[in-house]
């Protein structure tokens, strides 16, 4: 096993020239960790798959420094123009039609490519320096939680990547809202850190919420976010307390959540830690509200009962 490297601000180059030279780089984004590798580093973006245990079906996201770069790798209409121009860099992903010569290692075979501009300031240095513009999905095992610090990228993927550039905890701690505009409708292919309400109003258009059935996603179709402990949701926190004792006293232990975008993941990361036999998390109204931290609680939850052969995210 090759010790990963660990680096911070200071050591932007030295993680640039290991990208250039096709290694694989943890990076902060202020979502999530994404782990890096140049997109025309075909070998290396097979290595992000293998590192992470991901299904060969589900594309990556290419990540620019600047939106100015989006065109080399998308071909933008007027609605991606006005939503990079008003909303990028920051949590957004947009599904386009791709360039020539993106390849299929980044878009697993789709004639679409999903671009976003991360706003971590770190990141955007990282690229820069790299020269090109990078593909990144969460530096997590798949089926893992994402991570939201260096030490999580460590827990799952040391020892199997070449760095990690630790920016310290990401900020929002949830994915990219991902929209697809590729036919008529806009379309939410993924809630996210990015409220869909945001996007509807300068779109002028309600978002479609897209479901697996009428091809949203490949990565929705896999068991995402999940602990090793079971996670179960209630919706008060006069039922929580009820549960907790009810679970301790058949000699289960217990880890209890407060759920927030930025903490969902380290919090679901310290349930398995603690080795909680359950991780009970508070499903509040104002909870359900934030779409995208319901839509992660909801997948966290789902019992273990996917099909083995087809993977995780
Ligand atoms: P992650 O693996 O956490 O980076 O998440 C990336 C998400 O974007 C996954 O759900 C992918 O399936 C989705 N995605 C990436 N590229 C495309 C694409 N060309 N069309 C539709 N979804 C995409
Ligand atoms: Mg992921």
Same mark, same amino acid.
């Given at each position: ?26 990076m902060?984004t202020e979502t999530?960790?994404g782990?890096?590798? #140049? ?6 973006? *097979? ?7 991901? &299904? ?7 990540h #620019?420094?600047? /939106? ?12 991606? *123009? ?7 860099p920051g949590p ?24 976003r501009v991360p706003a971590h300031?770190?990141a955007r240095?990282?690229i *820069?320096?790299?020269? #090109?513009?990078?593909?990144a ?39 990219s ?9 806009? /379309? ?17 258009? &309600? ?48 880890? /209890? ?20 036999? !359950?991780?009970?998390?508070? #499903?509040?109204?104002?909870? !359900? ?6 839509? *992660? ?17």
């Open positions: 096993m090759t010790p990963t490297q660990v680096l911070d601000a200071s050591s932007i180059d030295r993680a640039a020239l290991i990208l250039r030279e096709g290694g694989l780089v943890a902060p999530v960790y782990l890096a590798a #140049c997109i025309d580093r075909p070998k290396a973006l *097979r290595a992000i798959f293998a590192a992470k245990g991901r &299904p060969a079906d589900n594309p990556l996201i290419v #620019c420094a600047d /939106v100015a770069d989006l065109d080399a790798i998308a071909v933008l209409d007027e609605r991606a *123009r006005r939503l990079a121009a008003l909303l990028m957004l992903t947009m599904v386009l039609p791709r360039r020539e010569g993106i390849g299929d290692d980044v878009t697993a075979g789709l004639d679409t490519v999903a671009v300031t770190l240095a990282l *820069r320096a790299a020269g #090109c513009p990078v593909a999905p969460s530096a997590n095992i798949s089926g893992r939680p994402s991570p939201t610090t260096a030490e999580h990228v460590l827990a799952d993927l040391g020892g199997r990547i070449d760095a990690v550039l630790d920016g310290g905890p990401c900020s929002e701690g949830i994915e809202t991902v929209v697809g505009l590729l036919g008529p409708d806009a /379309v939410l292919l993924r809630p996210g850190a990015l409220p869909a309400s945001t996007i509807e109003a300068l779109l002028g258009v &309600p978002l479609r919420r897209a479901g697996i059935s009428d091809g949203g996603s490949p990565g929705l179709r896999y068991r995402h976010y999940a602990p090793a402990a079971a996670v179960e949701l209630v919706n008060t926190e006069n039922e929580l307390e009820k549960r907790k004792q009810q679970l301790e006293h058949e000699g289960r232990s217990v880890y /209890v959540v407060v759920p927030s975008a930025a903490t969902l993941y380290a919090d679901l990361r310290m349930g398995d830690l603690l080795q909680a036999d !359950r991780i009970l998390v508070l #499903c509040d109204g104002t909870i !359900r509200r934030n779409e995208a931290l319901l839509n *992660r609680l909801m997948k966290a939850a789902e019992p273990f009962t996917h099909d083995t052969t087809a993977g995780h995210d």
